[in-house]
Nanobody
Framework: VQLVQSGAEVRNPGASVKVSCKVY????????INWVRQAPGQGLEWMGR????????QYAQKFQGSVTFTADTSTSTAYVELIRLRSEDTAVYYC???????WGQGTQVTVSP
C-alpha cells in the first residue's frame, strides 16, 4: 500500500490550494481517507475524512467552511482544497488511510506574502 501526495506549494494569503493523495495497493473505495496537518512546532491535527465510496465527508469543526474533501474513484485519488489561506495554514498536510496504518509522505504548504 502506498499513498503518494502532490508536491510542495507556496501561496499568498487569501489564495487557495489543492493537495492530492493517490492511493495504490488497495481498493480505493474500501477505506476512509483522513487528512491531518502539522504546523511548525505543533502536533498533528486531524482535519477530517472522506468516504471515497460516496464522497461523504466529516470535517473537524475548526475547518468547516474553509476546507473541502473530494475523491476521484477513476484515478483512486483524494483531494483536500483549502480556501482563504492564512499564514496559520502553513503546515505539512498528510493523508492517511486504513485507519492510520498508511500515510502519505506529506505536502508542505507555505502561505506567505
Amino acid at each position: 500500500v502506498q499513498l503518494v501526495q502532490s508536491g510542495a506549494e507556496v501561496r499568498n494569503p487569501g489564495a487557495s490550494v489543492k493537495v492530492s493523495c493517490k492511493v495504490y495497493g488497495y481498493t480505493f473505495t474500501s477505506h476512509y481517507i483522513n487528512w491531518v496537518r502539522q504546523a511548525p512546532g505543533q502536533g498533528l491535527e486531524w482535519m477530517g475524512r472522506i468516504d471515497p465510496k460516496d464522497g461523504g465527508s466529516q470535517y473537524a469543526q475548526k475547518f468547516q467552511g474553509s476546507v473541502t474533501f473530494t475523491a476521484d474513484t477513476s484515478t483512486s485519488t483524494a483531494y483536500v482544497e483549502l480556501i482563504r489561506l492564512r499564514s496559520e495554514d502553513t503546515a505539512v498536510y498528510y493523508c492517511a488511510s486504513v485507519g492510520a496504518s498508511y500515510w502519505g509522505q506529506g505536502t508542505q504548504v507555505t502561505v506567505s506574502p
